[in-house]
Structures are given as structure tokens and as C-alpha cells.
């Protein structure tokens, strides 16, 4: 199938590599011309200098790149993506986005007969590199079907959610559960750290029961370490929990811890912690 | 091996037959007598009037009661255990208390030439009743390997973690961990729920990655359906966060997610739901 892929990013540069490994024609486009050249020589794709030209003829556009302004730009923008879209083509937006935006978009495509997904990702890197996403979907069932394949060149899990935009909700919901998990996964090493206890030891022993949880048993080490120095910047978090906190506000939803915990990573930002992993919630702790 | 239980609730019951079930003799009390008749009668074990007359001659006593109070009665009070040890016995207190608790019994013990661990529990009545309990301790090295043996009876992990206190302060690191999971996870299925999303599809399919956690597996479809008449009451969640909180005050360690959560099952007891499982804590938020 002919695809098109914008946004060379850590997650992106993997992703349409696998999709090119699964033997399909793939263009890519991305704002640094040199990597999509990287990109095309690694594995033999072609590239396009604008959206609109990585967009043409494709019969899926996958777009995957770093906030709402980037996806309005390689969307919406002078050559972006949708001027050049033909009818019938499908849309696929990898970008964690607002809910708003997704709802925005599918309607443009609708006015275009485009079909239109939602569908932002987690796992990482590491889940992009290995081609283990999990991805969360909103849009219609029968867009969902026919892309799904492709999809599963580099996801393990896919889920279409519901409507436009639900994609989009059921990642804010993914970030919240971290928020409260590594908050207080955070009091607590800093607390058995702080009593004199072995924190290793400790949460060697709680990681078998109601405690448990993945950050616990992927984090755990580096945060009693003191090491943030990878995985998820906090800056993206931070990105993400405020589409979350918008929502709340929109829709009067109660999110106390989450506002709390977006105040600490908003705090270690600003103290130059920005790139740091999510984990890196701890250090406010340490320094009290 | 001549045992002695004190304090057949829930957990003890089910943790002394399993002791009896080894073979070892073992001699339980319970403050409501008809409890402990029931006990030797489904065991075949004996039972005593007094925890002095339980103590009595025994190796190693078991105390698994309520409170700092209960603890305190059955061991220092009138006929309390300690007046009935013999010197070179082993106490080992089950019950989740305040670490200062276990340093002052451990005093205690040392002047009389008894061994102590403090060794609370985690698994809950389902642990209890499968000899699967994780059980976290604080003492000597030396007692702990005598009492290994038999605590393998119920437990499925052991964990010696430093001097008398250490088992109470890894409790509450317990304890942090989960008011922060539980906490995230009503936040993000309130979200979803009011966002008109599918909670159970979305918990599904975030459980593979970041966000996942033993609460998200054991507890996202009751609270989903708004059930909580189960599980670990939050009036006992409330008596161990304040230890942590206690601790935390004493030594400056700063807990403002817990002391937040805190606050928030104090309301739930408050209006009557007290012996609702902590995932309880979405209720809070439904009614906002």
C-alpha cells in the first residue's frame, strides 16, 4: 500500500521504518530535511519536502509529531497534509493531541470524504523501536478495520475507543493513572530512604502485592539511584496531564491529585528538569 | 514446635490454622472466647483464657490484633503474654502498628531475654487463608532465620529489612505506594467515565503498559460498578497512613500526596464508609 509518514521523531524515525520492513511504499516527510534523508537511506524509502508532497496518492497518511501547533501545521498549514489528500485516503494521527483538536480534524476530513483517527501511543521508544505500541484509537469502526494491519507493524496492542477524539481521551486517562502511581511511588522511597531502610530491600519485597505496579518494578531502581537522565521527559507529561486538566476544567471532572502532581513537574521544569524521566517526581521529595 | 496465636480476626484465624496444619502445637486466645473455641474445635489445637496462659511455655508467640492499643493490652497489660514468657521465647508481633510500637516492645523484650520481630502483613484475608502472605520484619538476623520456618507456613514471601521497626516502616511504604495508585486510578475512571468513554475497554488496553498496577488488574472493574463491600476496609487504610504520617511529621519527611488521600478516605469513613475497600476512594469523585 502506498503510505506516507510525517514526523521523523524518536517515535516516528522506528514506526515508518516498520512499516517500510512490512514491504510497503512509504514516503516520509519531516521538518529537518536531513532526517528524513537518514531515514530514506536506512531503509530505502523516499522522502518529500513538504506534507502536502509526502501526502500525495498516499492511501494513509500517518502523522506523528510533537503538539497541537506541529499536527495544525503539517494538517492544516500552507503544503500541509490535507491539501493534497485525495478522497477516500485515511488520516491517521499519532500526535498525543487534545481531545479538541482530534474532534477538529475529523471534522475538516469529513468535509474532504477523508477518513480520520485518533490514535496516540505509548510504550516509548523502546515499544516504537521494537515495534510493541500500544495504541489507543478513536474514529470509525470500519476506518479502525482497514488500518488496523498496518497498524500492527509496530503496535502489539490496538483499540478502537469510540468516536473522534477518544483516542486522545483514553491517553489522558493512562497519564493520570502514572501521575498518581509515581507520586506516590516517590513519597514512598523517599520516606523508606529517609527511615533508614535499604529501599531496594523494601520494595523487593512489596513489588509482590497490592502495591505493585509497572512503574515500581521500571523505575524503582533509577529513582532510589537518583537517576532520571531517560525514558519519558516530563516536559511531554506535562503537555499531556494539561489536555487532561483542560478536560476537567471543560467538563467539571474533579482531578486533584493530577493538578497537584502537574504543579511538581511543572516546578522541576522550571528548575531545568524538563528532559528528565516522569520519575524524576522524587527529587522535590529529596530536596525537602 | 509448641506455638502460641494471639488474636483469631480475619487473618489470624486463618494464619494459626495454618500453623496447626504443620504440625506444630499450638495454643491460640482470642478476646471473644466463642471464636477461639470455634478455632480449636475446625483445628483440633487448644486454646487459652488469658494471652499469659497462651504464652506460657510457648517457643514462639504470634500476636496479629488490631490496634497500638490491642497490641499493648495483650502484651503488656494484665495477663498479657509478656507476663508469661519465658526468657529465650520469640514474640512476633503480625499486627500493622506504629514503628515506635515496635521499638518500645522491643525494649521490653530485650530486658526480659526475649527475641521480638515486627513482622505486619500484607495479602490481606484471601493471603491469609492461601498461605500467601507477604510479610515484611524488623529485628535480628538471627531470630528471624528461627522463625523463617514457620512463617513459610503462610507466607509466600519473608523479608528481613533492618533492626526492630524496620517490618512497620516498610508497612507504610506499602501503604504510600497504594494511596497513590488508588488515587490515579479514581482520578483517571472518573475521567473516563464522564468523558463517555468505555472505562473497562480503556482499562484494558492501557493495562499492558505505564500505567499498569495490581489495582488496576484487581480493582478497575468493581470500582467501574461502584462496588467496594470487600477487600482491605479503608478504616484500616486510614490507621496506617497515619503512622506513616506520624513518622513522616517526626522526622520532616514530606508525604503531601498521602496526607491529601489521607484526608480523602477521612471524609468516606466520616459519612459511613468505613469498611469499604480503598478502591473506594472514586466515590468521592462521582458525587462531585
Not at 500492527?152 to 486517562?173: E, F, I, R
Not at 493520570?176 to 533508614?196: D, K, T
Request: proline letters at 3%; one cysteine or more.
Amino acid at each position: 500500500m502506498k503510505l506516507s509518514f510525517i514526523g521523523l521523531g524518536v517515535m516516528g524515525y522506528p514506526m515508518a521504518g516498520h512499516l517500510k520492513k512490512a514491504g510497503h511504499d512509504v514516503c516520509v516527510y519531516n521538518r529537518t530535511t536531513e532526517k528524513a534523508q537518514a531515514w530514506a537511506k536506512e531503509y530505502g524509502g523516499s522522502y518529500a519536502p513538504t506534507p502536502a508532497d509526502a501526502a500525495q496518492n498516499a492511501d494513509v497518511i500517518f502523522v506523528c509529531v510533537g503538539n497541537d501547533d506541529d499536527v495544525r501545521s503539517v494538517i492544516f498549514g500552507e503544503n500541509g497534509a490535507l491539501s493534497a489528500t485525495g478522497a477516500n485516503a485515511i488520516l491517521v494521527d499519532h500526535t498525543t493531541t487534545s481531545a479538541l483538536l482530534a474532534r477538529e480534524i475529523n471534522e475538516a476530513c469529513i468535509a474532504k470524504d477523508i477518513k480520520f483517527l485518533d490514535a496516540p501511543v505509548s510504550g516509548g521508544q523502546a515499544g516504537a523501536e521494537n515495534g510493541a505500541l500500544t495504541i489507543m484509537i478513536g474514529g470509525e469502526p470500519e476506518t479502525y478495520s482497514n488500518v488496523e494491519p498496518i497498524l500492527n507493524c509496530y503496535a502489539k496492542k490496538t483499540k478502537l475507543l469510540g468516536p473522534a477524539g477518544s483516542g486522545q481521551l483514553a491517553k489522558m486517562v493512562n497519564q493520570i493513572c502514572i501521575a498518581g502511581v509515581v507520586q506516590g511511588l516517590s513519597e514512598a522511597i523517599n520516606f523508606a530512604q529517609r527511615s533508614g531502610l535499604d529501599a531496594d530491600a523494601v520494595i523487593e519485597v512489596i513489588s509482590k502485592g497490592a502495591a505493585q505496579s509497572w512503574q515500581m518494578e521500571n523505575r524503582s531502581s533509577t529513582m532510589i539511584k537518583n537517576e532520571f537522565d531517560f525514558g519519558f521527559a516530563l516536559d511531554w507529561m506535562i503537555k499531556d496531564l494539561g489536555f487532561a486538566l483542560d478536560e476537567g476544567d471543560k467538563n467539571n471532572i474533579a482531578l486533584p491529585m493530577t493538578k497537584l502532581v502537574d504543579s511538581y513537574y511543572k516546578e522541576i521544569q522550571k528548575n531545568g528538569g524538563g528532559r528528565w524521566d516522569t520519575s524524576a517526581l522524587i527529587t522535590l521529595l529529596n530536596k525537602k
